[in-house]
């Protein structure tokens, strides 16, 4: 009995000291950032990582890392991955500006009409999981309106509830096309080309049409793999096939 309850203090005992040593790692990887030792600050931000600790204050860091050892492409991945985390933080867009600013591909993105930039402002006002609340409780308001409507014998009642319950039905079908466009948005999958220069062909082969050149820290939308291509799209609706391993995905977990 004795030896059990050893056994057991030292188990829970092992298992506090693992949860504490990402927390650990990372006050260690701040002080090693801080004294300049950015090499070891990056070795220990990453060993979190593959513990499967995230964080956008982890990402950060690791990218302010990578971008004072003037690494490009590692510094936009991690900026866009702690953006992913933390889509408004200010600290964040402003570095992940500074490092893009370091790329040598200058790609204008596309106008947008007035009509889009209202969208993409209303769509920005929540995240997925709001825009999902929101559809929830307008479903069940309109439920609620709806017995309201049939348990009222007032006239004047039943056309407040039935005026209610329609402008309730037109709100969520509205919600629900916003929350279709967010899930739609997070679908698309995205990365950070990794290579030097990459070239850019019309078809997945190198005996096509050779379209551009790209390079490092350019990040592409990825439209469709085939064996060992990808078909990319840039911001300014330019598209092109290359090969698959010059592209780090945004969506993949973290690999080597």
């Not at 702690?82 to 204008?108: G, H, R, V, Y």
Request: charged share 20%.
């Amino acid at each position: 009995m004795r030896a059990t309850i050893i056994f057991f203090l030292s188990f829970c005992f092992s298992a506090f000291l693992w949860a504490q040593n990402p927390e650990m790692d990372f006050e260690k990887a701040n002080t090693a950032y801080n004294e300049g030792d950015f090499s070891t600050a990056i070795t220990l931000y990453e060993g979190i990582l593959k513990q499967e600790k995230h964080a956008a204050a982890l990402y950060f860091n690791l990218a302010n890392a990578y971008y004072k050892q003037g690494a490009v492409a590692e510094s936009i991945f991690y900026y866009e991955k702690a953006k992913q985390l933390a889509p408004k933080d200010a600290a964040i867009l402003n570095n992940s500006q500074f490092a893009q600013n370091m790329t040598l591909d200058a790609i204008e993105i596309l106008p947008t009409t007035q009509l889009q930039s209202i969208q993409n402002h209303i769509l920005g006002l929540l995240n997925v999981s709001q825009w999902s609340y929101f559809v929830v409780i307008l479903a069940w308001g309109i439920f609620l309106f709806f017995v309201l409507y049939q348990i009222n014998t007032r006239s004047i009642l039943k056309r407040l509830f039935f005026v209610l319950g329609s402008l309730s039905i037109l709100l969520l079908l509205i919600t629900y096309g916003f929350l279709q466009v967010k899930l739609s948005d997070m679908a698309k999958k995205s990365g950070i080309l990794f290579n030097k220069e990459e070239q850019v062909w019309s078809e997945p082969n190198n005996r096509s049409e050779l379209l551009f050149l790209l390079h490092e820290g350019t990040k592409v939308e990825i439209l469709d793999e085939l064996q060992g291509w990808t078909k990319i799209k840039l911001a300014n609706g330019s598209e092109g096939w290359m090969l698959a391993e010059g592209i780090k995905s945004l969506q993949d977990p973290l690999r080597e």
